[in-house]
């Protein structure tokens, strides 16, 4: 029943969304976007008070952007996101922004797109703890050699991606 009345949307909200990497719980409201956590995450957002299960505009519309990505109609996501950390994670989480669909940089190019050429542990660090994975796409980065390095939704779930994108050929089974 529509009662006419706003709800009130200052809080964050979040629903839990079926994806083909697993459930993915998905948080935000007024700001943007503010989460997308995979089922086990090796580092877990802290919830607080504020937070309440049910449905905002960008949990519909970050839903929606996912579900096109997955299907495969969809190369960029066109969402307005407020994920929370330091400035330094901030502007290496920017950074993974310009990493184009379907391909794939080093931990290394990484730090030098961000000024900090020598810092790649703590661009590394900061990647991993990224918490708008796929939105901000770093299962795009990689190891120097090729190989796919740690990723907080797991190495089978990079490669998904990674081949869902065609950055890896659709054969490779890095984990046969």
Not at 19 to 24: D, E, F, I, K, Q
Not at 143 to 159: C, I, R
């Amino acid at each position: 029943m529509n009662t006419g009345l706003a709800r009130d949307t200052s809080g964050i909200w979040f629903r839990r969304i079926d994806s083909p990497v697993g459930p993915l719980l998905i948080a935000g409201g007024d700001e943007g976007l503010h989460l997308i956590e995979f089922h086990a995450p090796r580092h877990p957002m802290a919830r607080c008070a504020q937070w309440e299960e049910g449905d905002h505009p960008v949990l519909r519309r970050a839903q929606d952007q996912l579900a096109r990505y997955f299907d495969g109609a969809l190369r960029a996501f066109d969402l307005p996101l407020a994920p929370q950390g330091t400035p330094f994670q901030r502007q290496v989480w920017r950074a993974l922004a310009d990493i184009p669909f379907g391909q794939t940089i080093s931990y290394a190019q990484l730090a030098m797109r961000v000024g900090r050429p020598t810092a790649m542990r703590a661009v590394g660090a900061a990647n991993g703890r990224n918490p708008l994975p796929i939105v901000l796409p770093c299962h795009r980065v990689i190891g120097a050699d090729g190989s796919l390095t740690g990723f907080g939704g797991g190495l089978p779930t990079k490669q998904f991606l990674l081949q869902l994108e065609g950055a890896l050929p659709q054969a490779t089974d890095l984990f046969a």
